[in-house]
């Protein structure tokens, strides 16, 4: 069935430093990728997303680029800072069926 | 607007015991998901309602039925719990597969 793979698992980085979570899908016909953000004990929340007739969006310090072909996209943090630590979810729409699948997350740990 | 909302927060069942996680949202959202969270493997879509009237298996939809009540109320029924059940249960909502999903607080439940 469709999936989407994502890493790494963890990732820890110094305040300052940049972040970047990769995410592979396997359903050519995906058009919609989303990133959300998961703080402990919170529900998720969408950060930025991306649609597959752009390559490349960006938002203050978080960027996302797509690459069609390759069928991967990835986020970028630029500028980390402790409040950026959580845990980070991909996700590709699934054409024809109304739904996504999620990566299984990334935990990212800013270090001050 | 409370956007999307759960009942129960928490919920602690025996094995064998039947019980009904309630979702609501005033967003006017066309679709509504149910996902559950565990350790390491995402969030993975146990059932959805593309629109009012329709509900889809997701990913893993064993021993979990759904109603889509109204286009406001859906509803996540465990009919026979059993400890693989013991996850934390997301409500979402978006007003299509390509549009931002919002999610429910949460339900956490424990299958003894």
């Known amino acids: 069935g469709e999936n989407v793979e994502q890493h790494p698992s963890t990732l820890s980085v110094q305040e300052g430093d940049s972040a970047v979570i990769k995410c592979t899908y396997s359903?050519?016909?995906?058009?919609?990728f989303p990133w959300y953000k998961q703080e402990l004990g919170k529900r998720p929340q969408l950060i930025i997303d991306?649609?597959?007739?752009?390559g490349e969006k960006k938002d203050q310090r978080i960027a996302v680029t797509l690459n069609k072909t390759a069928k991967h996209f990835s986020l970028h943090i630029t500028e980390t800072q402790p409040e950026d630590s959580a845990v980070y979810f991909c996700a590709a729409s699934i054409l024809g069926g109304n739904k996504l699948v999620f990566g299984a997350g990334t935990i990212l740990r800013v270090k001050s | 607007n409370a956007g999307v909302t759960q009942t129960p927060k928490f919920q602690v069942l025996k094995t064998g015991q039947s019980m009904t996680l309630q979702c609501a949202q005033d967003?006017?959202?066309?679709?509504m998901y149910w996902y559950r969270q565990d350790p390491g493997m995402g969030l993975r879509l146990i059932y959805y309602?593309?629109?009012?009237?329709?509900?889809d298996k997701g990913e893993v939809p064993n021993g979990y039925n759904v109603s889509r009540l109204n286009k406001r109320e859906f509803s996540l029924r465990l009919e026979s719990a059993a400890p693989s059940q013991t996850s934390v249960y997301f409500c979402a909502g978006s007003t299509g597969v390509t549009d931002t999903q919002y999610f429910g607080p949460g339900t956490r439940l424990t299958v003894l």
């Open positions: 309602s593309a629109s009012e009237g329709t509900t």
């Open positions: 991306i649609r597959s007739n752009v």
């Open positions: 967003m006017n959202h066309n679709s």
């Open positions: 359903d050519s016909a995906s058009n919609y």
